[in-house]
């Protein structure tokens, strides 16, 4: 691994970022999810006092990510825009950052909240093979520089999209025949991820020592249909809880660097929880 | 004039003759003053006629006024008039909106039948209250209004809010010694200060439970010119304890178990009734299960009454209590307040009784008749429980009771108060500081603070940091600041209140019966097919769909309990001294009542291997197992004392050596628990125990753990900034919790100087923490030796530390490093579980 990433992990050629971003080398390909732009603002609209913070931070983060990798192309895993009234917000400070990085690819893979309320997203669709989310409406207010895929897109040898729930095991490209029940990794077998997906905003309680206190922080989450959950990317974004089962994977986002859990780590957890 | 208000002086006189009843001494007293236009605080033991105290003084003043002015309205609107009917005369606050239509029917009871009963008409309105009752009420508003300090600021959203409670005579406080020290308090002491300003003759008057500083309690409702009437019954208490037969040495909390059940059913049996109080719900459960095994004749005669069940269920027991039909009820302190019944025979305690204003109340139950003692009996869970008994009956003896403090300064309850202000009537900023600074919570509140607050919910931040779009409230064409949108009038409504919980999960069967809620934090932990007790019954959990958790009846097997929040209660000061000057005693060789003989032989040993704490000097000691290093402290100051000195004793030592202590603590002392040994000389080292620097020193360590943050899911709520009332929206608790962290996240690091993550700090510093206790503590520390004895093995103090599960991790490494050890460590336990397979 380049030496750069320090705090890194790898998996599968893939480098697990701190920082809650993922980056692929060889496609020269970053991947982050979640974004929620405009959520802040939307708030405010609505009569909730949030500070103004985290449209700007969040394209600095960008920014940081992009010089770090070099990257070509940008792909976000959905939930790039929290609902209609934050696209409008939203909308020039993507012109201004857009312009910052003319030669970058920006693909969005569309997520539930980019399909939400009016001015969607136009999604490229191609006639016979629109999926359930494929009724987009295509309207005025683009965002300039922003190309929107189908909900379900397939990249250099992996299947991007935003909800792994709503897809069946075969669409992931399951080679295996998977099924919730018969799926578990073996334990010691080399995982193969088949997904990236994101949606979930995961987030995992680690215990520490004496059990009283937990550290709650972002994560990667590689499931039992091996699609790898990536944490969310916006500065005002929660998070849900991740209790892994046998065979699942856990990465979690400790600040500056990457840890990857033990194998086990839920199923120990939970035992204790049930005691 | 005068003609009515005699009628109604025979009203009363006749009330009292019908029930063959002599109006006491402090009842006339009480009337004499509200007729002379007085306030104040009325103190009587629980069933001697608080009640009847203040009502009929309300109705003897005010009654004949309201009747002519209703009828002039009446006269004036004309045969279906208007609906703005004049507003009620007066207003009567109860702290449980359960207790309202008890109180109703109390008040209502006093004219049944006579000509004033109809004219005196008294309403409820609270969460409960249907909405047409709630527009019948606001079509001719009643005499007297019962409601709760939650439906009280709803009011005062209205935009009527000056037309309906301008009218108001006087206010009524129920039970104020419930609410003085809480939020909820704080809300109606703002509410108190706005009605006022409205009719600066307002009356007010209080009722309270013995306090320790009821003549502070009547000034903090009612002002400096508060009277304090107390009843000169006085009820002597007698207080004594169940001894197990054989002392345990080595015990830790709740070993007893039900070991005492066999016991208890026996005193029960001699009952004809009883109330047998528990300290948390989940006990209750386990020891209504236990009785009825002990006694299956008791089905049916038996009950189990806590605040999670059904609200029908509660009101049956209640009835049932009431008519005598049953005789044994397993209960918490959801049968503290209130609920008027005929005092029962015989009262128990299991478990620490934690306070003695606590323990008078629940004595109080019993034995009603004039003349008679109350009565309480212990049942100790835990060895050193059986001395709490003697320490209680010291403490009630010498009259030491806990005193309530109102809270200082609670912005999230200022800014609430502002937009429900800003929905009703709206407001002048700088008349409402005026107003504001009269009540006790904000007196001297700086015009700084109360400037942030409104421009918090003005603008979001001060001007230089305003969050551009945000406008809650703004000001309006008449000068004054209101909420200018409706869809944020209506959310504030829906959200008035300072009340936060853990979400509740309904409890229902499969069939429909609905049994009562848990936490949701419970019941997600759960499996499908795992069993729990839930009101007094044995249930499988069948699958958990929005918000509601189905269930059947198990087949009879292992149990998994409720584990409810709470339970967590820490020994009172008062009761923490008693119990000290107990040990004193004994460390002097006094073992004079049955608790203290029976604990001799424990306590023998303690003083063998080690010493007694108690007056003397500060008793440490230090033990080295195989897994570590650790070190025993017995201040007797109660667990939250307890937990912040280690705290912050941990966050001194690590600064001197980096280390990492996990704690453990109880009422008596706590355990640092860590890899190293500490040093005498650390120990002894006066800095180690100096009150300088506690405040930076306890903020360091805390910001080392999430106290902060998790007091500030409560601020979050009461401050507007999370909802969990959106109608046909049941939100999850799980998610506001990730919002109000996020919310604390965001305010972190993009407007740090917001007031409300200081008052989480502080609430921390002050409520979990006891900062002012923590003080009392290292002075008294400071003033004593030091008495180190290091132990071979765990002292009978110390055993019950080491097994206490409650351990507070802390550490001031690197987070990452931390995390690190962590990963390590789980590792090599998953090694170890893997070889063991």
Known sequence: MNPQFTGAVALEGMILLPGCALFRPQQGQLVVADVHLGKAASFRAKGVPVPECSTSDNFDRLDRFLALTAARQLVILGD?????????????????WRDRHPALDVVLVPGNHDLKGSRRFPVEVRRGESSGAATVAVVDQVWPGLRVVEPVWSSEGLVLLHDAETVSDAALGGTRAVGPQTS???????????????????????????????????????????????PAFGSFTGGHSVDPLPGERVFVDAIDRVLALPRGFGARSRARGSI | MSGTHSGLAACVENYFKQRGWEALPFQRETWKAIGAGRSGLVHAPTGTGKTQAVWLGACLRWGAQATGTVQATRAAQGPG??????????????????????????????????????????????????????ARQQKRWPFALITTPESLSLMLARADAELVLGEVRMVVVDEWHELIGSKRGVQLQLALAWMRAQSPALQVWGMSASLGNLAEAARLLVGPDAMLIRSRQTKSIEVDCLLPEATTRFAWAGHLGLQLCEAVARRLDEAASALVFTNTRSQA??????????RPQWAGRMALHHASLDLEVRHWVEQALKSGRLQVVVCTSSLDLGVDFSPVECVLQIGSPKGVARLMQRAGRSGHQPGAAARVTLVPTHALEVIEAAAARDAIQAHEIESRRVPHWPIDVLVQHLVTLACGPGFVPADLLEQVRTTPSFSGLGASVF????????????????????????????????????????????????????????????????????????VSRLRKGACFLFAGRLLELVRLHEMTAYVRKAKPGKAAVPRWNGGKMPLSLE??????????????????????????????????????????????????????????????????????????????????????????????????????????????????????????????????????????????????????????????????????????????????????????????????????????????????????????????FAFPLMVERLREAMSNEQLNLRLARMVEELERAARVSEALQ
């Open chain 2, 451 to 522: 400037q942030w607050a409104l421009h918090f919910v003005e603008r979001g931040g001060e001007s230089l940091r305003a969050y551009p779009d945000h406008h809650r409230v703004g000001l309006a064409d008449d000068g004054r600041m209101r909420v200018m949108r409706q869809d944020l009038a209506r959310r504030h409504r829906m959200n008035i209140g300072t009340i936060v919980s853990d979400a509740a999960v309904t409890v229902r069967f499969l069939r429909g019966a609905r049994l009562g809620t848990v936490e949701e934090s419970f």
């Open chain 2, 575 to 796: 009761m923490a001294h008693a119990l000290r000057r107990r040990l004193q005693q004994a460390a002097e060789g006094h073992f004079a009542d049955p608790e203290m003989r029976w604990a001799e032989p424990l306590l023998a040993l303690q003083a063998h291997w080690s010493a007694l704490p108690g007056n003397e000097g500060l008793l440490i000691e230090r033990y080295a197992s195989r897994e570590g290093h650790h070190l025993f402290v017995y201040p007797l100051h109660g667990r939250q004392v307890h937990l912040g000195l280690a705290t912050v004793l941990g966050w001194r030592l690590a600064r001197e050596r980096p280390a990492s202590f996990s704690i453990a603590v109880n009422d008596y002392g706590f355990e640092l628990f860590g890899r190293s040994m500490v040093a005498d000389a650390a120990l002894r080292d006066a800095s180690l125990w100096s009150e300088e620097g506690l405040l930076d020193d306890c903020v360091s360590s805390f910001n080392a753990s999430e106290l902060a943050q998790r007091r500030f899911r409560e601020i979050a709520r009461v401050a507007g900034l999370v909802h969990n009332a959106t109608p046909g929206r049941g939100r999850s608790a799980r998610e506001l919790q990730a919002s109000s962290s996020l919310f604390w996240e965001v305010f972190l690091r993009y407007d740090s100087e917001n007031l409300l993550l200081e008052q989480a700090r502080r609430e921390v510093l002050q409520d979990e923490l006891e900062h002012d206790r923590l003080l009392v503590c290292l002075r008294e520390i400071a003033s004593r030796p030091l008495c180190i004895h290091t132990i071979e093995r765990p002292t009978p």
């Open chain 2, 81 to 134: 008039g208007g609906n703005d009917g004049i507003g009620p005369r007066i207003v009567w606050i109860t702290p449980m909106r359960a207790l309202a239509s008890d109180a109703a029917h109390a008040l209502g009871e006093a004219f049944l039948g006579s000509a004033w009963g109809d004219r005196l008409k008294v309403g409820v309105r609270s969460g409960d209250t249907s909405s047409a009752e709630r």
């Open chain 2, 285 to 294: 459960e386990l020891w209504y299960q236990a009785l009825l095994e002990a």
């Open chain 1, 80 to 96: 790039l825009s929290h609902d209609a009234l934050a696209r409008r917000k939203a909308r020039d400070p993507w012109i201004t």
């Open chain 1, 184 to 230: 578990v990794l073996p334990d010691e077998s080399p995982t193969k991820v088949l997904a990236l997906c994101g949606h979930r905003h995961p987030v995992v309680r680690v215990p520490t020592l004496a059990g009283r206190h937990a550290l709650r922080r972002p994560c990667f989450f590689l499931d039992r249909r091996a699609c790898l959950h990536l």
